[in-house]
């Protein structure tokens, strides 16, 4: 019997990282994914993933505490008994904040909390995880359109996803002898509740993302979903050091 394969992902009871579990479960991938507060939303994508069938596990983590993160590999392992797997195959930095606060009046805590769980944080986990990555495994960490495009008060915000995809490369050296590849994907504007919310119910602003956007539309969370676990898929696995924009055409 093949053992089935397991990922795990980061902030994956809502938006994209939600999206992205469920879509690994039709796959036939496990997964073993993390929540921060949203325990009640944790418990349903677990049961849609039953549904699915394959299985998920939830495990509470504050990305940005890396005082937690041994504790937290610890319960992973245990985790990982529980799905009848000794190592992981996938692993998606997804989690994250996000920061809109005009240069001039972004403050040093602003500016720390966006390290801590946008890099540091990712930087960690994945140095902490990597004797449990199977050869021949993935990463995919999770950047932003805004790399690539100016958007007004988000330069904190896209400072330390520029800094994920120079890692993102550097990893995918290193790790290249254990044949794991290492891509970045760029979400564009997407219709979560990320940022509040502003895209999917602000209608001015979804109306705006919609004219610069050559597919007319903003992005849904299904869209990258989809999207990451092809990625993750063996056909793929030549893809590697890769910043893969997902954006429908974003400010082209």
Known sequence: MTQRKVAVVTGGSRGLGRSTVLNLAKRGVSSIFT???AEDE???VT????DAGATAVSL???TGDVSSLAGFVERLKTALVKLGAEGIDYLVNNAGISNHTTFLEVTEEELDKLYDVNFKGVFFLTQKLLPLLN???SIVNIS?????FVNPDSTAYAVFKGAIEVFTRY?????GKRN???NTVAPGAIQTDFSGGVVRDNPAVNKLVSEMTALGRPGLPEDIGQMIASLLSDGNHWVNAQRIEVSGGMRL
Request: glycine share 10%.
């Open 171 to 175: 990893l995918a050296h290193d790790l």
């Open 42 to 44: 944790a418990r349903s």
């Open 35 to 37: 929540y921060h507060s």
């Open 135 to 137: 050869d021949g495994g």
């Open 60 to 62: 509470q983590l504050d």
């Open 144 to 148: 932003s359109g805004v790399t690539r």
């Open 47 to 50: 049961a849609l993933v039953k």
């Open 180 to 182: 794991i590849n290492v």
